[in-house]
């Protein structure tokens, strides 16, 4: 019987067993030298001459968006802990995304705001946005606005970014699809970065992602003070550089053992066997990069004629990392829940990404959310599934799922 065929499958080789041996056998278990490889090249990746950034790794992509939040919010400084907040703010995500960022707003003080998204793209909709942000202009202190590349596309990000500047609200994108989005350009292969005007961005190395390493994530940003401030979160708040001198210092001289934590922090810390395995892909970025321009290049052809699926990644190859390949279904299809019945008999497995968050318990009770209308995902969200890709899909699986496909929508 032929294996199943899953949505995704983590793509890796020796180089990643080589690399976990080589941190088994050193001893740095946390905080080695492939923490600071790892976060290096990817600053790199990121940045350009003209505006350059740091990251700062975190033990998963929530953490990066909880730690971010935290520190635009100045969560331990200038809001006190487990006290009612000084000042209003809002954090506003597209409604089609996971629910990750809107969970770690509402507990790090956030008031909810969702936004519908653009018809076309899936990613949020610029028009819907300055909407709400009209809405609301006046009622709070600060406003946050972190749209997701849906799907690796970064469509419509250049207008967001310009809604954020005219109502002063603060942008940073969560890039946790985004990672291996390259265009062509003056300079050859370049790789996406986060807007000029953006605080930064976010980053999952979750096991479903193009950059994979079972867990982990981290926070692009080109603001030292807010990398620094990050770098302290992520370790407890701990702070060596000084402290009242009769517990920093003995005889005049710097106790090795100080430290001192002013504000309380966490955890965030990414083990070195993931920075390790991360680092590993991080270097075969390009190479899978094409790998999936060929699987989406197939599925395009498959679907051109085909009037019962749209494809929901550009048209044209290279404005998406196709982290995943979203479809609808069309009039007169199949509705979802027969079509998942029928691929899973064949052994293939799409998944949906997501349930929309206005539809979750969790969401859909704050003010701004449940006043609010959703017309494009209520109506694309129920038709809406992902298709496998992943590295590892070679042309043989693919006319695989593509059979199975045509049979689950009645063609044979």
């Known amino acids: 019987m032929a294996a199943t065929i899953p949505y995704v499958r ?6 990643e067993a080589e690399a976990l041996l080589e941190v088994l056998r050193s001893g740095h278990w946390t905080g080695g030298p492939y923490l600071a490889r790892l976060e290096a090249a990817l600053a790199e990746l990121l940045s350009d001459p003209e505006a350059p950034g740091e990251v700062v790794a975190m033990a998963n992509g929530t953490l ?5 939040l935290a520190e635009l919010r100045g969560l331990g400084r200038d809001e006190p802990f487990g006290a009612p907040p000084r000042r209003r703010a809002l954090y506003l995500s597209s409604a089609l995304n996971f629910a990750a960022g809107p969970a770690c707003a509402l507990q790090t003080g956030y008031e909810l705001g969702l936004v519908d998204v653009d018809p076309e793209s899936l990613n949020m909709s610029p028009a819907s946005l300055a909407a709400l942000l009209e809405r609301v202009r006046g009622d709070y202190e600060l406003v946050v606005v972190n749209p997701v590349l849906f799907a690796g596309a970064d469509a419509g990000l250049d207008a967001i970014a310009e809604l954020t500047r005219v109502h002063d609200a603060v942008l940073f994108e969560d890039g946790c699809h985004g990672l291996g989005l390259y265009r062509h350009g003056g300079e050859g292969l370049r790789h996406w970065q986060p807007a000029r005007s953006s605080m930064g961005a976010v980053f999952s190395f979750h096991p479903t992602k193009n950059v994979a390493s079972g867990e982990g994530g981290a ?9 620094a401030r990050l770098r302290m979160l992520r370790s407890h708040n701990m702070d060596r550089s000084g402290g009242a001198p009769e517990l920093a210092t003995t005889r005049g001289r710097p106790n090795p053992w100080f430290y001192e934590v002013a504000t ?3 955890n965030l810390r990414l083990s070195e066997f993931h ?18 321009l060929a699987i989406a290049d197939r599925y395009h052809h498959a679907f051109a004629s085909d009037s019962r699926l749209r494809c929901r990644t550009p048209t044209r190859l290279g ?5 995943l390949f979203p479809v609808t279904l069309e009039q007169g299809a199949v509705d979802r829940f027969t079509l ?7 052994g293939v497995r799409p998944q949906v990404h997501y349930v929309p968050l206005h539809q979750q318990p969790a969401f859909a009770s704050q003010a701004l959310v449940a006043s609010a209308r959703f017309p494009v995902l209520d109506d694309i969200g129920p038709r809406l599934l992902s298709l496998p890709m992943f590295p590892e899909l070679d042309e043989a699986a693919q006319r695989r799922v593509l059979a199975a496909l045509d049979g689950a929508l009645g063609g044979g």
Do not use: K
Request: net charge neutral; no cysteine; glycine share 6%.
């Open 10 to 15: 983590p793509s890796w080789g020796p180089e």
């Open 64 to 68: 990066a968006l909880y730690a971010m």
């Open 219 to 227: 926070v692009f940003t080109r603001s030292p003070e807010l990398a």
């Open 264 to 266: 309380p922090g966490l």
């Open 275 to 292: 920075a390790a395995i991360a680092h590993v892909q991080l270097g075969r970025l390009e190479a899978n990069r094409e790998r999936r």
């Open 319 to 323: 404005d998406s990392s196709y982290h």
């Open 340 to 346: 998942f019945e029928r691929l899973f008999a064949a």
